[in-house]
Each structure stands twice: as structure tokens, then as C-alpha cells.
């Protein structure tokens, strides 16, 4: 299968292009490869057009957005209509339009955070693993102390401090969840690093972070690629939690303050469920399409968890 | 003996960090908020002398003691659990205050714990073994699906249903009917108990279900390629005996270990279920600590829930070095 090679994580030849390559053809490869990766399983196939569904709701949304999402009006708790899809707020907002609005913040907050957290536990696993001794006991001390304290807890107490806002939050989540990848990152990297094509590099008198980020890095990036994955699930929904506790900066727009605002106008009580409903629902529909994703890259990465599929489909595949 | 001594010092060191975290986040804070809570509330004519001294001793205000003597000073204060004065419910001790409310947190999060894990574990038993089944088609993932549904979301659903549209269940929040039951063992109050935790109870097991499921399926779908289940199924055992005894019992080992650090969030792993169903655990006090700007409850209540884990996962590991003897052997080797 074509995706094992690039997906995964173990055993498969590492990605190296023959350096004669011209660049275009490098980046057709890699385009070529992301392609097939998409398409490799139903799941993933899905998964990927709700999570591109999402970003494009997000980069065009606002060019379509009827009504000034902020801007109040006399029509007060209206109930969906023609006029406004989704009804709208006590102060006559137009709840479609502050839905797409704040699917910009949501989205891209949610998708960088998830890179942050990616980055940061990229650094600290390879560097741990790749260097040991000391560096590593450091490393493996803070990550595990990092991995035992509570990670909800720990968010709500250092945003219920700092300013509110976007970043503080975001910053947050990097802070209390980069260690699980980290530790997933560091044992991969223990296992590389006496691989010959290390010993091969170290040879050549490479020095050692480019064969941290250039050698051994490619090899893992399957798991790095499943890890922010989740890890980004994880970031969308605790984005919205403490945004929904008020964390957030209620000012900017996101699906999290909406269901605030929400519950602080009484939503629940009134019965004015088109107003909490749909951001839960963008919330969840945007987690299940990335957890598709994840089902399966797991899937590809470990063949006891797939489907054995009939002769034909092999067939279709090998082909 | 040497893997439990090296655990024992790892929990230490974590106890240490969590403490000395709670010490200094609220000092290294921009724009020290305690200060600027204090002087919101001197305004409103909330904070009265008594108030505004036992503020600066606990956040350091005003002091002119160095951070390090304000930090053993704390650590001190913890030792005798002594974790502060509530200001919103000034000057009740913030450990009075957590006391009255864990025990509504562990009664809660402890029958969700075991329901969920117990239902977990055996769907995910009957799913493996009835792999590509109908069962397991739509079951696995119906299951993925609720576990990425966002928790709190589908708390307010099952509250805007069941609460509101449908009337079964209290929609305001509590623990029981104050007004007209007192606590006691009536069997009334009892039935009242029950109606105010359904819904939590049943929220909280929905989203945890299918991480037990699907654990157990995945470890359960190993197992079964093992000889000795291929051996027991030559022998002529029963499907049941099988699947139970020789499967399914070494299967558990990963929810084993699960169970007994889930045991540590009953404390404050319902947090949100808390704060959406104003049910008056540690998480509804956290919840209004938090927009009460009640720094010493905030600090106090994520301390709690801090040991409670802490205390779960030295239990994990030492029950998974009892339960799994490769990992004694590997560490005394």
C-alpha cells in the first residue's frame, strides 16, 4: 500500500529524495503524497472535507454574512426564520451570522494552538531522546510531572489570572498539554536513534540538530501528523469550555463565547435552543471530522485494527 | 522495592511543583489582579479592614517580607491545611468551604466512574468478540461519535430535553430538593438524591463510555489472536468461558490501570458537569470562585483536585506493578 510508506511510522524507508531532484518535482511528490494520504481510507476521506469545510467557512464565511454580526436589532428571541436562519439573541443579533464569524476565531485559534502544542512537545521528545543523559532526565522529569497534574484545572486557574484574550488562552493549552505527544515523541526517538542511517549522519560529522529535525524528524512524522490531530480535538474543545466559563474574552467573536452568552441570557431556561444548539454542533461535527482522520491514520499505522477488506478491494489497491 | 522508592520520589517532586505553581502563578500574573481585585472591591465598600489584612498576608500585598518568606510561609500554612480564606463567603476557610463540597463531587463522579467503566468493559468484550458483526458496526462508532460530542454541549442538551422540554428532571440546579426534604435517610430524600444526579450521572457516563469501550476492544481484539485462546477453543470450552476467563481477563489489564486513575477524577473530573448543571460539588464552587474572582478558592480547589489525582495515579502504579509482574522483573533487573 502507498500510504504505508509515508504514513507509517515504523519499519517503512524513511522519505528521502534524491537530492538531484528539482524542487517542483519534490513538491509534486509531497502534493502527491498529502493527496493519497487524504484519500486513503473512507474515514480520512471524510474527515478531511469537514475539517476543509470548517477552514472554508472560516476564510470566505464572512464575505456572506448578511447581517453585521454585533449589530442589535428590535426583533428580539426570534425563532428561525427565511430572514435569519438561526433566529436571534435576546438583543436581536443574528445568531447565523455570529456563528460564521466566529468560526474564523474558533477554527484558526484551534488549528494554531494544536501546532503550538505540536511543536513544543517536537522539541522536547526529540531533544530528550535524541541527546539522553542529563538533558533527557530533565526533559523526562518535567514531561511527566507535566502529564500527572490535572490539565483542566491547571487551564481554568492560570486564565482565570492572566488577561483575557485569545492568546492567553492559547498559550494556556500549550502549557498544560504538550506533554503526552512529547512522551510518545521521545520513546520514538530512543528507538531511532541507534538506526544506522543516525550513526550514518553523525559520521559525516552532521551536527546534531540537523539530524534531530532533518533525519530523524521525517521518520516520526506520521506520528507527529496523528498527534496534532488529536492534540487539536482536544485544543478545539477546551477552547470552548473556557471560553464557556467565561475564560475568554467575550468580545471576540467564537463558538465559545456564543454559548456563553448564551447561558448568561438564560438560553437554557427560555427555551431558545437555537441559540446554544448550533455552536455545540459546529463544535462537535468539527471533533468528529478530525477523530475520523485519526481513526484513520491509526488504521493505516496499525493493520490489526483494520477491516480485512475482500480480494478485490486488495486488488483495486495494489494496483 | 527500589521502582516503588523512585515512584514515591516522582509523586513528591509533582506534589512540589503543583504546590509551588499555585504559590506563584497569581505573583507572576501581569497587572498582579489580586491587587486590582481589592482595590475593585474597597470601591464598592465590600472589602472591610480584617478583609484587606487576611487579602495581603495570603497574595503577599502590601508585605514587605521577601517572595522566598512568603513562599515557606505558604508552604507552612499548607502543612496544617490551612488553605486560606474565601472571599466570597469571607471568612469562611476555603477547606470548610471544599469539605462541605467533595463529598457531593465523589458521589457523583464515583457511581458515573463505575457504571461507565463496568458498561465500557463489556461492550467493548462482546464488540471484539463479535468483531465486523452488526453490533460492532454500529456500535464502535456511534461510540467515537459521542466521545468527540464537546461534554458541556451535550450536557446543556440533555438538560434543554430532559429538564425542560420534557419536565422529568429538575432544571435549576442542587443536590437534592432543599424546600421540602431534609437530609436524612427517608426514603424520599434518598429518591430526590437520585432525581437531581441523574442527568449528570448520565452525561458523565455517555462521554467516558468510549474510551473504556474502545480500549478494551482494541486490547480485547489482541488477545484474542493469543494460542491460548486458540488452545481453548480446541479444547471445546464454551463461548462463555472463553471469552470471560481466558480473553477478556487478561484483556482488562490497560482498564485496569484506567479505572484506578479515573478513581482520582472523581474529585474534579466533573468539573464542567458540575458547572452546567449547577450541581454543588468542587467544580460549582470552582466555577463560581472563578467569576467571583475568589483567588484563594480558585488556589485551594485546584490543589484538591490536584492530590486527589496525584494520590490515583501512585495507586495505578503500584496496582499495575502488582497485577503485571514483567514490570517488577524489568526494573529490578
Known amino acids: 500500500m502507498q500510504t504505508q510508506e509515508i504514513i507509517g511510522p515504523m519499519g517503512a524507508a524513511p522519505i528521502a529524495f534524491p537530492p538531484t531532484d528539482p524542487f517542483y518535482a519534490r513538491i509534486q511528490h509531497a502534493l502527491l503524497t498529502i493527496w493519497r494520504a487524504f484519500t486513503a481510507s473512507p474515514r480520512v476521506a471524510v474527515g478531511s472535507a469537514i475539517v476543509s469545510f470548517f477552514i472554508l467557512v472560516g476564510l470566505l464565511g464572512p464575505l456572506f454574512m448578511r447581517y453585521d454580526p454585533e449589530a442589535t436589532s428590535n426583533l428580539f428571541i426570534a425563532h428561525p426564520s427565511a430572514a435569519h436562519w438561526l433566529g436571534t439573541t435576546v438583543v436581536g443579533q443574528d445568531i447565523f451570522s455570529q456563528l460564521i464569524n466566529g468560526t474564523r476565531t474558533s477554527v484558526f485559534w484551534g488549528l494554531g494552538t494544536g501546532l503550538l502544542v505540536t511543536l513544543l512537545s517536537l522539541v522536547v521528545g526529540l531533544v530528550g531522546g535524541y541527546f539522553g543523559g542529563w538533558i533527557d532526565d530533565v526533559l523526562t522529569l518535567l514531561t511527566n510531572v507535566s502529564l500527572v497534574l490535572p490539565a483542566l484545572p491547571l487551564a481554568i486557574v492560570l486564565a482565570a489570572y492572566f488577561p483575557r484574550g485569545p492568546l492567553t488562552i492559547s498559550l494556556v493549552i500549550v502549557f498544560t498539554n504538550w506533554s503526552w505527544q512529547a512522551r510518545v515523541l521521545r520513546a520514538q526517538t530512543l528507538s531511532m536513534r541507534s538506526r544506522e542511517f543516525v550513526t550514518a549522519a553523525r559520521s559525516c560529522g552532521e551536527r546534531a540538530w540537523r539530524i534531530i529535525f532533518f533525519e530523524i524528524l521525517p521518520n516520526e512524522i506520521g506520528i507527529v501528523v496523528a498527534g496534532y490531530v488529536s492534540t487539536t480535538v482536544y485544543v478545539v474543545l477546551t477552547w470552548a469550555a473556557l471560553e464557556f466559563l467565561g475564560l475568554g474574552d467575550g468580545t471576540i467573536p467564537s463558538w465559545g463565547s456564543i454559548l456563553y452568552w448564551a447561558q448568561q441570557a438564560g438560553a437554557l431556561g427560555g427555551g431558545l435552543w437555537w441559540w446554544f444548539v448550533p455552536p455545540g454542533a459546529c463544535i462537535a461535527i468539527l471533533g468528529a471530522g478530525l477523530s475520523l482522520i485519526n481513526f484513520g491514520i491509526d488504521e493505516i499505522a496499525d493493520p490489526r485494527l483494520r477491516k480485512e477488506s475482500s480480494p478485490k478491494k486488495l486488488r483495486k489497491a495494489a494496483a | ?333
Open chain 2, 1 to 333: 522495592m527500589r521502582h516503588i522508592l523512585r515512584r514515591i520520589l516522582f509523586y513528591a517532586c509533582a506534589i512540589w511543583v503543583a504546590i509551588t505553581l499555585d504559590f506563584f502563578i497569581p505573583r507572576l500574573a501581569p497587572g498582579d489582579p489580586v491587587a486590582a481585585l481589592v482595590g475593585k472591591m474597597s470601591i464598592k465598600g465590600y472589602v472591610t479592614p480584617a478583609m484587606q489584612q487576611t487579602l495581603a498576608a495570603e497574595f503577599g500585598l502590601n508585605t514587605h517580607d521577601s517572595l522566598l518568606v512568603q513562599y515557606f510561609r505558604y508552604l507552612g500554612n499548607l502543612l496544617h491545611g490551612n488553605l486560606g480564606n474565601s472571599i466570597q463567603y469571607f471568612p469562611t476557610p476555603v477547606s470548610q468551604i471544599i469539605g462541605q463540597d467533595i463529598g457531593w463531587s465523589i458521589m457523583l463522579g464515583g457511581v458515573a466512574v463505575i457504571i461507565s467503566f463496568t458498561l465500557g468493559c463489556l461492550f467493548g468484550i462482546i464488540t471484539a468478540w463479535k468483531r465486523s458483526s452488526l453490533l460492532d458496526t454500529i456500535l464502535s462508532p456511534a461510540m467515537n461519535f459521542l466521545s468527540a460530542i464537546p461534554y458541556f454541549w451535550l450536557a446543556l442538551l440533555s438538560l434543554f430535553i430532559f429538564a425542560y422540554l420534557l419536565n422529568w428532571f429538575p432544571l435549576t440546579g442542587g443536590s437534592y430538593d432543599a424546600i421540602n426534604f431534609n437530609p436524612g435517610w427517608s426514603l424520599d430524600y434518598i429518591g430526590s438524591v437520585i432525581q437531581y444526579a441523574f442527568l449528570p450521572a448520565l452525561t458523565l457516563v455517555i462521554s467516558s463510555l468510549a474510551g473504556w469501550m474502545l480500549t478494551m476492544r482494541n486490547s480485547m481484539i489482541t488477545t484474542l489472536s493469543e494460542d491460548y485462546v486458540l488452545m481453548a477453543r480446541a479444547k471445546g470450552l464454551s463461548e462463555g468461558r472463553i471469552m470471560f476467563r481466558y480473553a477478556a481477563r487478561n484483556a482488562v489489564l490497560p482498564n485496569i490501570t484506567g479505572f484506578a486513575i479515573a478513581i482520582g477524577t472523581i474529585v474534579g473530573g466533573q468539573l464542567l458537569t458540575e458547572m452546567v448543571f449547577s450541581y454543588p460539588g468542587i467544580g460549582y464552587a470552582l466555577f463560581q470562585a472563578v467569576g467571583e474572582q475568589d483567588y484563594a478558592m480558585v488556589q485551594g480547589v485546584f490543589l484538591i483536585i490536584t492530590l486527589a489525582v496525584l494520590g490515583a495515579n501512585f495507586m495505578a502504579d503500584m496496582l499495575y506493578a502488582f497485577l503485571d509482574p514483567r514490570v517488577r522483573v524489568e526494573r529490578s533487573a
